[in-house]
Structures are given as C-alpha cells and as structure tokens.
T-cell receptor, first 113, second 112 residues
Framework: EPEVTQTPSHQVTQMGQEVILRCVPI?????FYWYRQILGQKVEFLVSFYNNEISEKSEIFDDQFSVERPDGSNFTLKIRSTKLEDSAMYFC???????????FGDGTRLSIL | EDQVTQSPEALRLQEGESSSLNCSYTVSGLRGLFWYRQDPGKGPEFLFTLYSAGEEKEKERLKATLTKKESFLHITAPKPEDSATYLC?????????????FGTGTLLAVQP
C-alpha cells in the first residue's frame, strides 16, 4: 500500500540553526500538508500546499518557516532559525482529490538544543 | 472557531469489554469528520470518514457514528492490538483547503 515517507526520523539541532525536513508524498496525490505535535498536545495544522503554492497557513507558520516542492516527488519544510519551542513531531500528509482523506507519514522528531 | 473535544482522555478495558469513545465538535459547516489511530512514535493512520448526520462506518471491531454535534467510535470485543490513541478530526468549510482540526485523542489500553 502506498505511504507517505519522512526523513529523517529524528533531527537534533542547535538553536538558531536552519533545518530542513523532507517528505515524499503518495505519488498520485495533489494536496500536501505539514502538521506538528508538541509532546502531550494536539496535532496542529501548519500549512497546506497545492499547485506549487501555499493554499493556507496557520498563525504558527511565520516568516521562519517555508515549504517547497523542489521536484515531482519531494515536499520539504524549512525552519530558518530554530527556537527551543520548535521542538515537536512534524508530520507530513498528502491527499488525492475531492473528499479523499489525508494520509500521514510517521513524522520527524525535531529536538532543538 | 472550529473545535474538537474528545473524551475520555484515557480508557482501560479488559479484552472483550466493549465501550465507546466520544468526539464533540463545533465547526462552521462540517465538510467531514475523520477518525485516525495513532500508535506510539507513529503518524496518524486513517480509519474512517463521516460526512453527514446519521452516517455509520464499520471496520472489523470498530464502528463510527455521527450526529450533528458529536461522533462516537464504538469498539466491540476489543483485543490488546486495539491499544492505541484514537484521534478525531474535523474539516470545516471555512478556509481555503481541507485542513484538519484535531482533538487531543483518547488513549485506549486493552488488557488481556
């Protein structure tokens, strides 16, 4: 069964450093998402991406965050200057069309020191 | 503002002991309500989508139902492998895309 793949599974970074989280969505999907889950809290929406542009973003997704689909298969989330509060699990999700559900990857655990 | 509240926060059952999980929601026009299962260290795994009040979906020991204000996930004769966190999420018609608004989940432990 097709699945969303995320790398790395765990990323440890010093505060202030840039980090790129990578995702390979399911191949025929058109809509792409990033969510995050701080330990013990809800899964929160960050951003959605369709047709090579951001469709919607949350208040969390400030100027330090950016997303890109550099080729036909990868979808990345970049945090330019990481803060301690960016420590969380980051999930990538993709969706086909219409009313199809979002399918999630297993996440990247980001730890900021 | 769209909101999802799940109860109970945690539930411990004996194998074979049926029960229900609750998801109450407030949304400006429901496009869909979704149930996911999340195992420790993993991403949410899709279970069901419900679109309108009165709808029901079933999969093995799980059955999801929907009213205008809440959804229930019924677990019949659970087994230890059903132990996981069950997440409820809604999509509303507000916003440009089908973002999901999640509840905090119910942590289910099924003991043999």
């Amino acid at each position: 069964e097709p699945e969303v793949t995320q790398t790395p599974s765990h990323q440890v970074t010093q505060m202030g450093q840039e980090v790129i989280l990578r995702c390979v969505p399911i191949s025929n999907h058109l809509y792409f998402y990033w969510y995050r889950q701080i330990l013990g809290q809800k899964v929160e929406f960050l951003v959605s991406f369709y047709n090579n542009e951001i469709s919607e973003k949350s208040e969390i997704f400030d100027d330090q965050f950016s997303v890109e689909r550099p080729d036909g298969s990868n979808f990345t989330l970049k945090i330019r200057s990481t803060k301690l509060e960016d420590s969380a699990m980051y999930f990538c999700a993709s969706r086909a069309t219409g009313y199809q559900p979002q399918h999630f990857g297993d996440g990247t655990r980001l730890s900021i020191l | 503002e769209d909101q999802v509240t799940q109860s109970p926060e945690a539930l411990r059952l004996q194998e074979g002991e049926s029960s229900s999980l609750n998801c109450s929601y407030t949304v400006s026009g429901l496009r869909g309500l979704f149930w996911y299962r999340q195992d420790p260290g993993k991403g949410p795994e899709f279970l069901f989508t419900l679109y309108s009040a009165g709808e029901e979906k079933e999969k093995e020991r799980l059955k999801a139902t929907l009213t205008k204000k809440e959804s229930f996930l019924h677990i019949t004769a659970p087994k230890p492998e059903d132990s996981a966190t069950y997440l409820c999420a809604v999509q509303g018609y507000g916003g440009a895309t089908n973002k999901l608004i999640f509840g905090t989940g119910t942590l289910l432990a099924v003991q043999p």
